[in-house]
């Protein structure tokens, strides 16, 4: 995948490894899709970075040391962040583990009110906050 491809299903990146499934969202900071590792047989999310990152060297080496330090994080609710895909000619991304289920936005959504109520956020806060077992 050339970097100024647009993302579409079927699409290879990380020099044929991936195949993106479906977008799962799209932000500020890229767009995650849902992808198929055909190395590790497993489906996985793909985030691609913005287009004015692609060639900034020192966002690009700021973004690996932020993904270096994010691969020692170990905690249940937390996705682990597998690696950062700069490969040359394509568009960087990370992968990261995939995890179904509701995202933020669609519990909002659910929730009277603009933001998330305290019966509804309270039992996210309480994993986050959740000292893990040892």
Request: a neutral charge; glycine letters at 10%.
């Amino acid at each position: 995948m050339k970097m100024s491809q647009a993302l579409t299903p079927g699409q290879t990146a990380g020099t044929g490894r991936f195949t993106l499934l479906k977008l799962l969202g799209r932000g500020g900071m890229g767009e995650v899709w849902l992808a198929q590792d055909g190395r590790l047989n497993e489906q996985s999310a793909l985030k691609f970075l913005p287009p004015e990152i692609h060639q900034d060297v020192a966002a690009l080496d700021a973004l690996q040391r932020e993904t270096l330090q994010s691969r020692k994080l170990s905690h249940p609710p937390i996705l682990r962040i597998q690696d950062l895909h700069p490969a040359g000619g394509e568009a960087p991304f990370i992968s990261l583990e995939y995890v179904d289920g509701p995202h933020l936005g669609s519990l909002r959504v659910q929730s009277p009110g603009p933001f998330l109520s305290w019966e509804c956020s309270r039992p996210l806060v309480e994993q986050l906050c959740a000292v893990p077992p040892s």
